[in-house]
């Protein structure tokens, strides 16, 4: 991805700015990482961990503000309400959890438990990155040289993924990536299904988890390996492993579903060639879901990838239930692309999404290319 216009860049950079201007001595020590600091750029987290950098709860009220405007300038307007409400899910999932849950911190389920970082100095030449992440949030963009050039991985969840409003209505803050993705699943006939049901059990997590690089053959990581280092509490330590355990105990998780489900480099799935015209319209607008949650320039480019024929290559894979209610699981993959979805967990109420890019996630390949033309 190149950001042909700067102004999404611009944005970014006063915003990233703008916050760092207002923080003391010591909160910049958190905030602020020196270029390019590799090994912690490309740490990333989804759970309710330390995602590393200074957090919203050691922020002032308008430092949490001007933290919230550079995570918008990284969001399209629905993708940044969209993260908002997930946000806010937290004092939901607080009360869900009997306001007894504890990660070896005085309050798990924390709205203010999101952490921001800025990898280099924010300006308009050269590389610098910043990064916003904690419980079902994570967003990560590069720039280089005043353009955005990477955005990936980005990750949206909701916990639960269904909650009651007032009046009736309920609130489903990606219930787009399960509604467009099951009109998908129920047009495809017989032999379309065969080619695009991969498994019968789905997985009880996105199989990439929190990886920084996706390889061919990686499979489901342990829940207890997506989060920053290992807990001292050995009670935690043993609760994660048996959340894990139980969770595919329950779902009758076998290993040849985990063979099933892993990642190739050859996509799994039905691909869009074999698609009718009705149905890849379907497939374009759950990509959109994917790709729409970064700014509306940004997606532009993302969905040129995909645009006319180039669709053909995109894949659709389905594992588990096919009936509302049952727990399931999808991915899209083709060139440049992995995108997927899960919802198992609390009895199929609790939704993990990501969109990934392998081959330039953390704008790794862009970055490898400057370096190679710049400075040989």
């Not at 990606?174 to 991969?198: K, M, P, V, W």
């Not at 342990?222 to 105990?249: C, I, K, M, S």
Request: hydrophobic share 40%; glycine share 8%; with cysteine.
């Amino acid at each position: 991805m190149t950001d042909t216009e700067p102004v999404t860049a611009d944005r970014m950079m006063e915003a990233a700015r703008d916050w760092l201007d207002s923080l003391d001595p010591d909160q910049r020590a958190h905030a602020v990482r020196p270029w390019p600091s590799e090994a912690e750029r490309h740490r990333w987290y989804y759970t309710p961990t330390d995602h590393g950098g200074l957090p919203l709860q050691r922020m002032r009220p308008v430092q949490q503000q001007h933290a919230m405007r550079l995570l918008a300038t990284g969001l399209s307007r629905p993708g940044y309400v969209t993260a908002s409400t997930i946000i806010g899910l937290e004092n939901v999932l607080d009360q869900a959890d009997g306001w007894t849950a504890n990660w070896e911190r005085e309050r798990n389920r924390d709205p203010l438990a999101y952490w921001l970082t800025v990898f280099g100095e924010p300006g308009p030449t050269g590389p610098w990155s910043w990064r916003f992440g904690g419980h079902h949030v994570s967003v990560h963009h590069l720039v280089l040289d005043g353009r955005v050039r990477a955005s990936t991985p980005c990750f949206l969840g909701a916990d639960p993924a269904t909650s009651p409003l007032l009046g009736g209505l309920m609130l489903r803050p990606l219930g787009a990536a399960e509604d467009l993705a099951r009109d998908l699943l129920g047009t495809l006939d017989e032999e379309q299904s065969a080619r695009a049901l991969i498994s019968p059990v789905a997985p009880v997590d996105i199989v990439s988890g929190n990886r920084p690089r996706i390889a061919d053959g990686d499979r489901l990581m342990p829940l207890p390996d997506v989060w920053r280092g290992q807990f001292t509490d050995p009670r935690l330590r043993d609760l994660v492993t048996a959340v894990h355990h139980n969770a595919e105990t329950r779902a009758g998780v076998r290993p040849e579903h985990h063979d099933q489900v892993r990642l190739t480099t050859a996509p799994k799935g039905v691909p869009a060639v074999l698609l009718t015209p009705a149905q890849q319209e379907i497939l374009r607008a759950l990509l959109d879901v994917f790709i729409g949650r970064i700014p509306e320039p940004l997606a532009a480019q993302e969905a040129a990838k995909f645009a006319g024929d180039r669709l053909h290559d995109v894949h659709f894979a389905w594992a588990g239930g096919v009936a509302p209610g049952l727990p399931h699981y999808y991915r899209l993959q083709g060139p440049g692309l992995l995108a997927e979805y899960d919802n198992t967990q609390r009895d199929a109420n609790h939704v993990h999404t990501v969109w990934r890019d392998p081959d330039n996630d953390f704008g790794d390949d862009v970055l490898s290319r400057h370096l190679a033309d710049f400075h040989r």
